[in-house]
């Protein structure tokens, strides 16, 4: 099987494929399976061979989800993989707007080695006065993997952590520590934090949730921080905001031109899921996702299917994505059995508008039946394995 790949993926996630069913590269084409990481994919043609998109990370708004999921192509990410690698950074950029550390720094390599450096040191650093975290409150919207770890933390730095997820998973719920308050509306955080930390995915929803209006709700001398995508935030109402001095501080870690030297911006190259941790992370959960599904079918993690697993048995597998529509169990079984073929075992899940059905069957010989079922209206692809 071919694997395409884009960016730069973890070896020790590569190493995990095997080299006799497998080949993989950037040059590959024709791929059964891709492995991105931020590179858009939004406007690319895909290949009919291709079943499967795997994002090394959270965030799928490079992914054209609807075109993929009419296309019977899963897309899949990696929850939690990197989310450590991003509270960690969430915590640099919130300690780089309370204390002056970049422009101290700068300062002191201003400096000449033959100057008195400690007493100068000494005398200046009063032009560097920052706040402690301690005792302020921070806003956190969002409450999903990174969302938590950064509430969690928060309360070990002594800050006082307000949440808001009205779709808060129960998993999560279970891993968000008591002390975090829950805040019911947006106003409510808005108007109580110092901080507030946005770890929401970017869709159409969420596109420039922090605006204007959403600012003149805010404290004043607040610090907006945006780890999880640029479109979520309006920057021209933010640059704007800073310079009427309602807001002191945007730490970015999606950077563009017309951002990069305005006041009160501390920007970062993106870098939030940059370490060896949690790249080798995405990239094994990634690698272990395709294979079983392009193997076995089985489904972990796909933003258009559910989760789906079924144990081999029988001769051969059908896999079906299809249509979440009425009948289509019916139709998939009449198909099968007409070819006197017998169902050993049948799966059937759905998420919204689409559905997987894997039917284990007694035979080998199941070309015909895939090009019968091909023809079903809202079946989209079919796969015998
Ligand atoms: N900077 C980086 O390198 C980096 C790395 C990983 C993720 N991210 C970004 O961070 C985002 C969050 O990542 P995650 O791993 O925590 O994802 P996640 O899916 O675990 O959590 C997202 C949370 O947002 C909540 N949510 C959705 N819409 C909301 C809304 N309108 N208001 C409040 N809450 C809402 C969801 O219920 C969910 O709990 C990703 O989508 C991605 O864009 C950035
Ligand atoms: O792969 C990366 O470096 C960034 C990943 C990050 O933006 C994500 O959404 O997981």
């Known amino acids: 099987m071919n694997i395409k790949l884009y960016n730069k993926i973890s070896p020790k996630g590569l190493a995990l494929f095997d080299d006799e069913t497998y080949r993989f590269g950037e040059d590959v084409v024709n791929p059964d399976g891709i492995l991105v990481r931020s590179a858009k994919l939004n406007d690319m043609e895909f290949n009919d061979e291709l079943r499967a998109i795997v994002r090394a990370g959270a965030g799928v708004n490079n992914l054209p989800i609807d075109r993929c999921s009419e296309a019977g192509i899963v897309c899949f990410n990696t929850p939690g993989a990197n989310a450590n690698a991003v509270k960690e950074l969430v915590f640099a950029g919130m300690l780089l707007s309370a204390r002056p550390v970049y422009n101290a720094m700068n300062w002191v390599s201003t400096l000449a080695e033959n100057d008195d450096v400690s007493t100068i040191v000494e005398k ?40 808001y997820d009205p779709y808060i998973s129960i998993d999560a719920a279970w891993q968000l520590s008591r002390k975090v308050h829950y805040a019911k509306t947006l106003e409510e955080l808005y108007e109580k934090c110092d901080y507030i930390s946005v770890h929401v995915p970017l869709s159409d929803k969420t596109k420039n949730m922090i605006n204007s209006e959403a600012i003149a709700k805010m404290k004043d001398n607040v610090c907006i921080l945006n780890f999880a995508r640029g479109g979520l935030v309006d920057e021209k109402a933010v640059v704007d905001a800073i310079e009427a001095g309602k807001v002191k501080n945007y730490v970015t870690d999606f950077p563009n031109g017309d951002i990069l030297h305005a006041k009160g911006v501390i920007c970062i190259p993106h870098l939030g899921a940059s370490t060896p941790e949690s790249e080798e992370n995405c990239a094994i959960m990634a690698v272990d996702q395709i294979q079983d599904f392009l193997e076995n079918g089985n489904i972990l993690h796909s933003v258009n299917l559910p989760n789906v697993h079924m144990d081999r048995s029988g001769e051969a597998r059908i896999t079906i994505f299809h249509r979440n529509a009425p009948n289509m169990i019916a139709q998939i079984t009449q198909t099968i059995s007409d070819k006197g073929i017998n169902i050993e075992n049948l799966i059937n899940k759905s998420k919204n508008d689409y559905a997987y059905t894997m039917v284990d069957v007694n035979s080998k010989d199941v070309d015909d039946v895939v090009k019968e079922l091909s023809l079903i209206d809202a079946i989209l692809k079919v796969v015998a394995l």
């Not at 806003?139 to 002594?158: D, E, Q, R, S, Y």
Request: aromatic share 8%; charged share 20%; net charge positive.
């Open 124 to 163: 200046e650093k009063s032009n560097f006065v920052g706040n402690e975290l301690r005792g302020k409150k921070l806003g956190i919207i969002g409450l999903g993997a990174i969302g938590i770890k950064v509430a969690n933390l928060a309360l070990h730095f002594g800050m006082e952590v307000y949440g």
